[in-house]
């Protein structure tokens, strides 16, 4: 179809007038040599952030990209606070019942972090439901972030854990970003911290049934979870003791506890195979169980009831199948078939109650809840299922917390791309919906004036990639308007429609926002997945170009209004997609990107590498993936051509995804791109007190997105906010 001329927005220039010189990155030529093949890297040398000639070539870039920046800084101010003004800084979480108290976290307007609290849960009294800015007789401040944080550029959790007896806390700290976590045990009788001595720890942490100690991990060299620790409350690391560790390289180390509190469960996984360990909570200091020994290729999960193991598998089946198993099982031999995956299904995971037992899975590209009842009658001991329906073309559903096994009003969470995060309870005996709360959105937010929908972009390959879109309420498909499209295609995660407050921002500015669901996510199975990984991995990339050319060609987008954005190994994609097909893009935003991907899965001293061999293939030991990795990786594959303006962001902490990829890839990309340095300039943005998920205080994130969006916005010419559309009041979009 034809599409009417839009003239490019003029490029932002500094308060002077002149174009900034972008900082030139020493050229340090070191080479490397693997299959025969010899690469000589000019850049590699931008690794050690010890080096003081490293750090100030990256505080060179930050200046220089706040120096081609400037005139946006009134954008920037605008966007944030549109976004602090549609958000209730002051608010509450519904809170979650769980023995003699109602769990929740605070939120105040003014600060970064939250606050987590409890009050006392009366007998045969109803959910305690304040307002925001209401006091809650006995209520208790479990832990206060914002008093945490302090002194800190930079604040995160790594665990929050309450004992069985609901008498001490243990929570874990991260002050650098690098996701090394220094663990504290606080006495909520007396308010007191009565434990600092465990250090340098990963994620999670459980305490036994007694309270008495603590299970915690501890990360290797390359930063893999790879032991669980006995830690007694109070006593010295010296006496800790070491319960497990996990030696095969390839295998990630998960902990955590049965709904109960009944089993601490250690989970061991790589991205093919997995095994589940259980020991009881009330005898720490005894041996854990394998509840089946790992079998190469076969993934499982397991779920302690009441009086069984419930346990999603895929020994038979792609898409995986539900197994019953006695609770002391040891062998897969004692699984038993409950339910199998139907064509079009994916089980993902399933949690049991006292009554029911969720399945979680997907189906048709979308998530999905099934309902289980119990039925002590039959083998099983489950009976006849429902699912949940929802009426909304594209969302998400999932099980909020529920931690109390007893319980018949199940949470729900609910949210798409025009309904606000919704938690409701579910009767499972009515089957009815109770509304508790809907994420509030300030400032007369009115869903009938954007609409969704899902559309489906067909591949080079003949495959259809499905394409969840959302934009302002009578917007036609005339080719005129700006566009942003998103994807992340590794891992079999799944990009699932979601709500955005800052999204808004976007949309009242006439973008059309779009979500790329590619493989190598998990959209739709398994085999969606393993299309878009090892020697199958351009079909990410090619699909993200292809659902690009969909939104163009079907007149959702301006050819020259179009943005893209992916983070970690969404920033792959989109380093890959602009090697691909640079002209379809007018700018791009790579976060934390891992753009010299072959490089870091060449050195199984990095962080992931080994780990990840089954995800990309081993280019160490393999010649035929060497070579496909190398004709695909974006810092391998930057050529001269009219590049789009490109933005980068990265963090010097970062443990998954090092700074020095993104510096590398800017370096490399100054070299050879054609288009003019002023109307599209290449960035590169680093924090320098922050990690993978960037800044930590929701004003700093909101800040960021900020800085991000703007220099996305003002390179389509989208800055002015548009007049929101007259609608009639029985259209809302749900």
């Not at 070539?57 to 549609?86: C, G, K, M, W």
């Not at 499982?300 to 346990?311: A, F, K, Q, S, T």
């Not at 559903?397 to 609910?414: D, H, I, K, Y």
């Not at 495959?463 to 036609?476: C, M, Q």
Request: include cysteine; glycine fraction near 8%.
């Amino acid at each position: 179809m034809s599409t009417p001329a839009v003239t490019p927005p003029t490029p932002p220039t500094p308060p002077s007038g002149t174009s900034p010189t972008p900082p030139r990155a020493a050229r340090r030529d070191t080479s490397r040599e693997h299959h025969g093949d010899v690469v000589v890297d000019p850049y590699e040398w931008l690794r050690d952030k010890a080096d003081p000639a490293v750090v100030s070539h990256l505080e060179a870039e930050n200046a220089y990209a706040e120096a081609v920046t400037a005139d946006l800084q009134p954008l920037r101010d605008a966007i944030f606070e549109e976004i602090r003004s549609r958000t209730q800084e002051t608010d509450l979480s519904v809170p979650v019942a769980s023995g003699p108290w109602w769990y929740y976290s605070r939120s105040y307007e003014g600060s970064q972090y939250s606050v987590e609290c409890r009050c006392p849960r009366v007998e045969g009294a109803p959910r305690p439901m304040p307002e925001a800015q209401a006091q809650v007789e006995g209520e208790q401040v479990l832990l206060d972030g914002n008093l945490e944080a302090r002194g800190h550029d930079f604040f995160a959790l790594g665990a929050l854990s309450v004992s069985p007896d609901h008498r001490l806390l243990a929570y874990a700290v991260d002050t650098e970003g690098d996701e090394r976590f220094a663990l504290r045990v606080k006495d909520l009788t007396t308010g007191d911290v009565v434990d600092t001595a465990v250090r340098e720890v990963g994620y999670g942490c459980v305490f036994s049934l007694d309270g008495r100690y603590l299970f915690y991990t501890r990360v290797d060299e390359t930063w893999r979870p790879h032991q669980v620790w006995r830690h007694e409350v109070g006593g010295p690391t010296e006496a800790d003791v070491l319960v497990h560790q996990e030696d095969d390289e390839r295998f990630w180390m998960g902990l955590g506890s049965s709904r109960d509190d009944r089993w601490i469960m250690v989970g061991l996984g790589s991205k093919t195979t997995s095994e589940v360990m259980l020991l009881d909570a009330a005898d720490p200091t005894g041996t854990p169980r394998v509840v089946a020994p790992r079998r190469e290729g076969v993934e499982y999960d397991v779920e302690p009831g009441p009086d069984r193991l419930l346990i999603v598998h895929n020994a038979d089946h792609v898409d995986s199948d539900l197994a019953w198993a006695p609770l002391d099982a040891t062998s897969a031999d004692q699984w038993q078939p409950l339910m199998a995956s139907a064509p079009g299904e994916r089980f993902q995971g399933v949690e049991a109650f006292d009554d029911v037992a969720v399945l979680s899975l997907r189906r048709d590209g979308l998530t999905a809840l099934r309902v289980l009842d119990r039925d002590p009658s039959s083998g099983s001991g489950y009976g006849a299922s429902h699912d949940l329906f929802f009426d909304e073309p594209v969302y998400s559903v999932g099980l909020g917390e529920n931690p109390e096994s007893a319980t018949t009003a199940l949470q729900v969470v609910f949210e798409s791309m025009v309904t606000p995060r919704t938690v409701m309870d579910y009767d499972v005996r009515t089957r009815e919906y109770t509304v508790l709360k809907r994420q509030p959105v300030l400032g007369g937010y009115d869903p009938s004036q954007y609409e969704q929908r899902r559309e489906w972009a067909t591949a080079a390959d003949g495959t259809r990639v499905p394409v969840s879109i959302v934009h302002p309420a009578g917007a036609t498909p005339d080719g005129t308007r700006p566009g942003m499209l998103a994807a992340y295609g590794s891992y079999e995660l799944s990009s699932d429609p979601y709500f955005s407050v800052a999204r808004l921002s976007l949309l009242q500015r006439g973008f059309v926002y779009a979500i790329a669901h590619v493989r190598g996510g998990g959209e739709l199975g398994r085999r969606w997945y393993d299309d878009g990984k090892l020697l199958q991995k351009k079909n990410t990339f090619t699909d993200f170009v292809d659902c690009a050319n969909h939104l163009v060609e079907a007149g959702w987008v301006h050819p020259n209004r179009l943005v893209a954005e992916g983070g970690s190994a969404g920033g792959l994609l989109i380093g890959a997609a602009v090697n691909l097909a640079p002209e379809r893009f007018r700018a791009v935003h790579a976060a934390v990107p891992f753009v010299d991907a072959l490089t870091t899965i060449l050195d199984p001293s990095l962080p992931l590498t080994v780990v990840e061999w089954e995800e990309w293939g081993d280019p160490l030991h393999d010649p035929d993936v060497y070579a496909y990795m190398k004709s695909y990786s974006p810092y391998e594959n930057v050529r001269d051509a009219a590049y789009p303006a490109v933005l980068a962001t990265t963090s010097l902490n970062d443990t998954r995804v090092y700074f020095t990829e993104p510096a590398k890839w800017v370096a490399r990309l100054r070299e050879h791109t054609t288009s003019d340095p002023v109307e599209r300039p290449v960035l590169l943005r680093t924090e320098m007190v922050a990690g993978h998920g960037g800044k930590s205080g929701r004003y700093d994130s909101w800040r960021q997105v900020a800085w991000e969006w703007a220099f996305l916005i003002s390179q389509v010419g989208a800055t002015e906010v548009e007049a929101a559309p007259v609608q009639d009041s029985t259209q809302i979009a749900r």
